[in-house]
C-alpha cells in the first residue's frame, strides 16, 4: 500500500508536497506500528499523518489510529499566520490615533481578518483527517 517508505520529518513531507502525487501513500512501517500519509488536492500542504499501532490479542487483530498534521503544514501554518497577524497588527490595529474607542473595533475587525483564514484551513484539515481515516480503515478492512 505504501509506495514511497519515508520516514515522518519535516524533509519528508517537503518532498511529498512538491512531487504533487496525490494517489501514493507515503510512510513507513516497523513492527507492530506504521505512520502513512498522502498529499490532498484540497488542503495540499495540511494534511494529515495518521499513526497507527498494531496489537495481536488471541484471535483478533486490534489497530489502534491517531492522527496529527505533518510537520511541513504545521511549520507552514504557524509562518503564514504569524506573517497575517503582524500585518494585522502592523496596519489596522496599530495607527496614529490608539484612542481605546477606535482601538478596540480595529482589534475585533484585525481578530476577524485573522481568524477566517485559520478557520477555513483547520476545517479542511478536520475533513481529510476524517476523510483519510475512513479510507485507511477501508484498506485495512480488505486485508
Known sequence: MIVFNKKDWFFSHLKTFFQLDFHSYHGNISTGQFRIWKLSPWIMTFYPVIQGTI???????????RT??????LTMLIVIMGLWAFG?????VIQE???WSFLWK???????ILILP??????????????AVKDLKAE???L
Open 97 to 99: 490615533n490608539n484612542d
Open 55 to 65: 496489537d495481536q490479542t488471541d484471535d483478533k487483530l486490534k489497530v489502534t489510529l
Open 68 to 73: 496529527k498534521m505533518n510537520s511541513f503544514g
Open 118 to 131: 485559520f478557520m477555513a484551513i483547520v476545517l479542511g484539515y478536520k475533513e481529510q483527517k476524517r476523510t
Open 140 to 142: 485495512i478492512e480488505k
Open 106 to 112: 480595529r482589534i475585533l475587525i484585525g481578530s476577524l
Open 88 to 92: 494585522i497588527i502592523d496596519r489596522i
